[in-house]
């Protein structure tokens, strides 16, 4: 299956840390790419591979993955943090998907 | 500064193809380091890969989209299109493109969408 499945929301306080998770068979194979979405914006991508960050995302970002599971983890969240977050990977035909997306409040 | 720009009809109407275009600057779309895909997003849900194309003509489509789709390339004019037939009320969404990188070190490979245009709403409506 190629499917990707995320909690559809998940809540953390100002400075607190957070782990956002990815799950599906095709990442016992193949490294995830995340992506933060904010209301009325494209998507960012935020970490990708192993744990890569683009130029530009903070060092509060981070990325791990352990057989069919993927997390994003923020240490320190802030308030512009609030987003959607989305991660994608490929299956083995080169087919592409998304997961459901995580909405993230900061309290 | 690369740069990815959507275009074209913001309104299509049931049964009809809906057309898109996106243009590329600040870098070229034949190089072999970079896919490039479309993507979309329907009001208010998640997002939807549907489908990206290889400089060198491979191409790889959503396979509950496959039978509608196009995807084609112009590099004259550094810009790839998007072609989805016989649409319904539930192709209506932002329809975004995106640079689709690979790179590979050692024996492990990345990949990410890392350039996004802005995005373009396509409503599906009589």
């Keep these: 299956s190629s499917e990707l499945t995320q909690d559809p929301a998940v809540s953390v306080a100002l400075g607190q840390t957070v782990r956002i998770t990815c799950q599906g068979d095709s990442l ?4 995830a ?41 923020i240490t320190g969240a802030q308030a512009e943090d609030e987003a959607d977050y989305y991660c994608n990977s490929r299956d083995s035909s080169g ?13 | 500064q690369l740069q990815l720009q959507e275009s074209g009809p913001g309104l299509v109407k049931p049964s009809e193809t809906l057309s898109l275009t996106c243009t590329v600057s600040g ?28 400089y060198s003509g491979s191409t790889y489509y959503n396979p509950s989209l ?15 299109s998007l072609k989805v ?6 192709d209506t969404a ?11 070190s050692g024996t492990s490979c990345y990949y990410g969408f890392d350039y996004w245009g802005q995005g373009t709403l396509v409503t599906v409506s009589s």
Excluded at chain 1, 41 to 69: C, E, H, M
Excluded at chain 2, 31 to 54: A, D, H, T, V
Excluded at chain 2, 85 to 90: E, G, K, R
């Design chain 1, 33 to 73: 790419s995340w992506y933060q979405q904010k209301p009325g914006q494209a998507p960012v991508l935020v970490i990708y591979g192993k744990n890569n960050r683009p130029s530009g995302i903070p060092d509060r970002f981070s990325g791990s993955s352990s057989g069919n599971t993927t997390s994003l983890t």
């Design chain 2, 27 to 54: 870098g070229s779309i034949s190089s072999s380091s970079y896919y490039w895909g479309w993507i979309r997003q329907p009001p208010g849900k998640g997002l939807e890969w549907i489908g990206s194309f290889y």
């Design chain 1, 95 to 107: 087919i592409w998907v998304f997961g459901g997306g995580t909405k993230l409040t900061v309290l």
């Design chain 2, 66 to 80: 496959k039978s509608r789709l196009t995807i084609s390339v112009d590099t004259s004019k550094n810009q790839f």
């Design chain 2, 94 to 104: 932002v329809y975004y493109c995106a640079r689709h990188f690979r790179y590979c």
């Design chain 1, 28 to 31: 016992r194979s193949y490294y």
């Design chain 2, 85 to 90: 037939n016989s649409v319904t009320a539930a």
